[in-house]
């Protein structure tokens, strides 16, 4: 579980520093790829797809749930999947934008065809990234329990 923890800090960590940067230092979108890829700073009070749209508590309330689950489901069957740590640290990144800003910070755009995506955060990619990882179940992801 150590390592479990470490992987959790470590992402938690991460994104924390990328929306303060994002935050104080993004007033207008950067173009990385011209017409592809941008950073910018907005805003999400919803979910993916700026869904559901101010409703802050349902959204603590599922990600609490989330990670009694995750967590409940780690312990209990001793997993050492890295996927899950990736999971855990992404739904803590944005809960804890929700619970101190009342919206979480969004900041990796891309356009696909001519067509803007939604923005996103790296808590989400920890989130995307580690459900598939823990869905694959792959020895080669787990987390040795030194």
């Known amino acids: 579980m150590k390592k479990f923890y470490i992987i959790v800090i470590l992402g938690i960590l991460i994104d924390r520093i990328l929306k303060i940067l994002i935050s104080s230092f993004v007033t207008e979108p950067i173009h990385i790829i011209k017409n592809f890829f941008y950073i910018t700073y907005v805003k999400n009070d919803g979910a993916a797809f700026s869904i559901l749209e101010?409703?802050?508590?349902?959204?603590?309330?599922?990600?609490?749930?989330a990670l009694a689950l995750v967590f409940y489901y780690v312990k209990k069957n001793n997993i050492k999947n890295i996927g899950y740590a990736m999971v855990f640290s992404g739904i803590i990144g944005n809960l804890i934008d929700r619970l101190f800003f009342g919206y979480v910070i969004d900041f990796i755009g891309f356009n696909l065809f001519g067509r803007s995506m939604p923005i996103f955060n790296f808590a989400d990619i920890l989130i995307v990234i580690g459900a598939v990882i823990a869905l694959l179940g792959s020895d080669k992801n787990e987390v040795s329990s030194n």
Request: aromatic fraction near 8%; proline fraction near 0%; avoid cysteine.
């Open 54 to 65: 101010g409703h802050q508590l349902l959204f603590v309330i599922i990600a609490l749930i």
